[in-house]
C-alpha cells in the first residue's frame, strides 16, 4: 500500500516550508516546532475531567494531569500512566493533552499524564528516574487517583514509549507495582544500530534519521552508549515476565521495523502480545488528527484494546 493521499500532501506542505537541518536546531527551537506541529491534533475533545497534580520525583515534584473520560461513573476504573513523544527534548503535558483525551474517552480509562524532565537540561537518566518514579507513586496510591490497582498499565508515544518500555523492563527486575498492559505508539526502541526502516525512510516522512540523531545527541551524555537497555529497550537480553504489551506502528515510519522486532522478541520471551501496522501511516499520526483523519479510526482500534487488556 502507498503513502495515504492525505499524508501525502501533509508531507509536502511541510516540505515546502524549507526546515533548517535537524543537526543544526537548538533544543529550543526543537521544542518551539514540535509545540506547532502538536496543534494539528484533534480538536479538543470534550471529556468528564481534568485535574492537574504533582507527584514526588527524584529531583522534585513533577506535574501531572488526570484525565477522566467523559460519562464515567465509577469511583475507581481502569488507569494508564502516559508518557508523552518529542525525543525526550520536547513535548509536555499541554502539547499532547488530545492524545491523553482520546485515550481515555477511546480506553474507558483514567489517563495520567506526566511531565517529566527534558534534556539537555536533565540529559539520561533524569527522565527514565522521573517515570519509574511516577509510576510507583500512582501505582503505590492508585485509589487516589481513582484508579483500580489490578488494571493499572502504562502508555508511551514515540520517545514516551521508549520510557514505558524501558521502565516497565526495569519495574519486572527491581519490583514495583503490578502492571497490566504496556501500551507503546510507534516507540523508539533502538538507538544503537539502521534498521532497514531507518535507511527507507530516514528523510521525508515527518521526522528524518536527523531528527533522531538530534534528540539523541541532546539526551545523552558523552561516552554513554546508547545500546544500554535503558536507552534502546530493544537490547535488553531478557524480555520475560513483561505484563500483557500492545505495539501500534505506521508503515511508513522510520522506527517501524523495531516496533515489529521488539513484538517478535516479546513473543519469544512468552509475552502476551498484539502488533498493528497502520498502512499509509507516518510516524506520530494519531497525533495530528487535524490533517490525518486516519487518527480517529485507529484510536477506536487502540481504545478497544485498552478496554480488553483492563477489563
Known amino acids: 500500500m502507498s503513502l495515504d493521499p492525505r499524508v501525502k500532501r501533509f508531507l509536502s506542505i511541510l516540505a515546502a516550508g524549507n526546515p533548517p537541518n535537524a543537526l543544526q536546531t537548538s533544543a529550543a527551537e526543537r521544542r518551539t516546532a514540535f509545540a506547532e506541529l502538536l496543534t494539528l491534533g484533534a480538536a479538543e475533545l470534550p471529556i468528564g475531567r481534568t485535574e492537574d497534580h504533582k507527584v514526588p520525583g527524584p529531583a522534585g515534584t513533577l506535574p501531572v494531569r488526570i484525565y477522566t473520560p467523559a460519562g464515567a461513573s465509577a469511583r475507581l476504573m481502569p488507569g494508564i500512566v502516559y508518557f508523552h513523544g518529542g525525543g525526550l527534548v520536547a513535548g ?16 474507558a480509562c483514567r489517563v495520567v499524564s506526566v511531565d517529566y524532565r527534558l534534556a539537555p537540561e536533565h540529559p539520561f537518566p533524569a527522565a527514565l528516574e522521573d517515570s519509574l518514579a511516577a509510576i510507583r507513586h500512582i501505582g503505590a496510591n492508585a485509589a ?10 502504562i502508555c508511551g508515544d514515540s520517545a514516551g514509549a521508549t520510557l514505558a518500555a524501558a521502565s516497565c523492563h526495569a519495574l519486572a527486575r527491581t519490583g514495583g507495582p503490578q502492571l497490566a498492559l ?16 531507518r535507511r527507507e525512510f530516514a528523510t521525508g516522512y515527518l521526522v528524518d534519521q536527523a531528527t533522531l540523531d538530534h534528540d539523541l545527541l541532546h539526551y545523552l551524555l558523552p561516552g554513554a552508549n546508547p545500546a544500554d537497555p535503558r536507552i534502546s529497550p530493544l537490547r535488553a537480553e531478557d524480555l520475560s515476565g513483561l505484563p500483557r504489551t500492545i505495539i501500534h506502528t505506521a508503515q511508513f515510519d522510520p522506527v517501524r521495523d523495531e516496533g515489529l522486532e521488539y513484538c517478535e522478541r516479546l513473543r519469544a520471551a512468552g509475552v502476551s502480545v498484539s502488533y498493528v501496522c497502520h498502512p499509509g501511516m507516518i510516524h506520530l499520526f494519531y497525533g495530528l488528527g487535524q490533517v490525518i483523519p486516519y487518527a480517529r479510526t485507529a484510536f477506536v482500534e487502540i481504545g478497544a484494546q485498552i478496554r480488553e487488556a483492563l477489563a
Not at 509536555?92 to 480506553?107: E, P, Q
Not at 510507534?186 to 539502521?194: N, T
Open 92 to 107: 509536555s503535558v499541554a502539547t499532547h493533552d488530545s492524545i491523553a483525551r482520546a485515550l481515555a474517552n477511546s480506553g
Open 144 to 153: 487516589d487517583f481513582g484508579i483500580d490497582p489490578a488494571r493499572f498499565g
Open 182 to 197: 504496556q501500551l507503546l505508539l510507534c516507540p523508539i526502541l533502538d538507538h544503537s544500530r539502521m534498521t532497514e526502516s
